[in-house]
């Protein structure tokens, strides 16, 4: 394959600073890597066991494991469970028209597709571990899942990236998830990789009638992290509540950029993302909602906060709404500062030293992300772990 592709054509399949919607994110290092993983070869990675075994014993979901872009079903125990069927794709499934879509398409080696025929909602969720590995050489690799919900099913879903290896790695995930009329799903994206390592991630999502999305997203890892969350509501009544966390420190840059279009009313879309920022670290956040002609009734909310512990940490937000419908409520907003000196001295009077009165206010803003989380029972795991996180950004500052 690493002949058929020359630089100029790899490089034609990523967006650039000059696409309106990638200006604050540069993907030359992605671009160097894919170029890399090519010209060695596509040499191929054994997935970590361990690190795969140690995920699936912290959290109990049915899981489907897909290493370096390859489904592993022997370390996947959800491939037999009631009320879903698991299944390839085909080798000419057609393309999305989004950027990066044509990288995978031309790319992957493998891809799944996932119909939910029932309500699973008192079920164990299904987890979805994309697991990642580099070492000897730098690595790229594409993930492709298909979700269906058939009419009235329900079920709730884990997406789990995670990476290991000394080497660069840059992992390009697309997913899409179809609800049918009356269907729900919860659905938590978390994102934990290694530090080193590159991740672009699409979730596009088409809710029909009376449908219902909860989407939680957690973003930790990474050296470069870009999540694109693009929801259609195609049927009236239908609701998308999605919230966000991104934790950041020296080296990081983290995007998140949604995007809903209201095609119908009445029907709700609710968002509030939240980020801290640490060191030399940058964030992006852009939330568009656009709500076309006839779509009367739609309420549709945004909102963005951010903590910046560091004066070389760095923002930008950009709330968007575009509105073409008469008889609707709409609001968005968005904010950036730093921790409030009035609640950092009530603490102290209180008895804490002023670096333990500054983990208990940023854990604070975190917390109310995390809390809303789809998943209840991942909430501890989820909690720990950005509690670590913080943690390690504190000792680095």
């Not at 990474?222 to 009236?236: E, F, H, M, T, V």
């Amino acid at each position: 394959m690493s002949g058929a592709v020359s630089k100029i054509e790899l490089a034609a399949s990523f967006p650039t600073l000059r696409d309106e919607d990638w200006k604050y994110t540069d993907l030359s290092r992605p671009i160097a890597i894919a170029q890399q993983w090519l010209d060695s070869g596509s040499n191929e990675q054994p997935p970590d066991a361990d690190l795969i075994d140690s995920i699936k014993a912290a959290a109990d979901a049915a899981w489907i494991v897909i290493a370096n872009g390859e489904l592993l079903e022997a370390s996947s125990t959800g491939l037999q469970e009631a009320g879903i069927e698991v299944s390839l794709l085909s080798s000419d499934e057609p393309a999305i028209d989004v950027p990066l879509a044509n990288l995978n398409t031309q790319f992957r080696t493998g891809g799944i597709r996932i119909r939910v025929i029932e309500d699973r909602l008192d079920q164990r969720p299904i987890g979805l571990l994309v697991i990642d590995s580099a070492a000897g050489a730098p690595v790229m690799s594409q993930a492709r899942v298909d979700i269906e919900l058939d009419e009235r099913a329900a079920a709730r879903f884990i997406e789990y990236h995670v990476s290991s290896g000394d080497d660069e790695h840059y992992s390009n995930s697309l997913i899409r998830l179809n609800l049918a009329a009356d269907a729900s799903v919860e659905y938590l994206r978390f994102q934990d990789r290694a530090l080193h390592h590159s991740q672009t991630a699409r979730l596009n999502v088409r809710l029909e009638r009376g449908s219902r999305l909860t989407h939680g997203g957690i973003d930790l890892g990474g050296r470069l992290s870009r999540n694109d969350l693009k929801i259609d509501i195609a049927g009236p009544d239908a609701v998308a509540t999605f919230n966000g966390l991104y934790v950041a420190g020296t080296g990081q840059h983290i995007d998140n950029h949604t995007r809903v279009d209201h095609r119908v009313g009445p029907a709700v879309s609710d968002q509030e993302y939240r980020g801290i920022l640490s060191g030399r670290s940058r964030a992006v956040w852009n939330g568009k909602a656009i709500v076309h002609r006839g779509a009367d009734g739609t309420d549709a909310q945004q909102a963005n906060h951010n903590l910046l512990l560091s004066e070389r940490s760095e923002i930008d937000a950009k709330p968007e709404l575009e509105i073409y419908a008469d008889e609707v409520k709409c609001a968005h907003g968005t904010t950036v500062g730093q921790l409030d000196e009035r609640a950092l001295f009530y603490l102290r009077c209180r008895g804490l030293d002023e670096s333990r009165a500054k983990r208990v206010l940023t854990r604070a803003f975190a917390a109310t992300i995390v809390e809303r989380a789809p998943i209840a029972e991942l909430h501890e795991l989820i909690g720990e772990r950005v509690e670590q996180r913080l943690r390690e950004l504190g000792d680095a500052s």
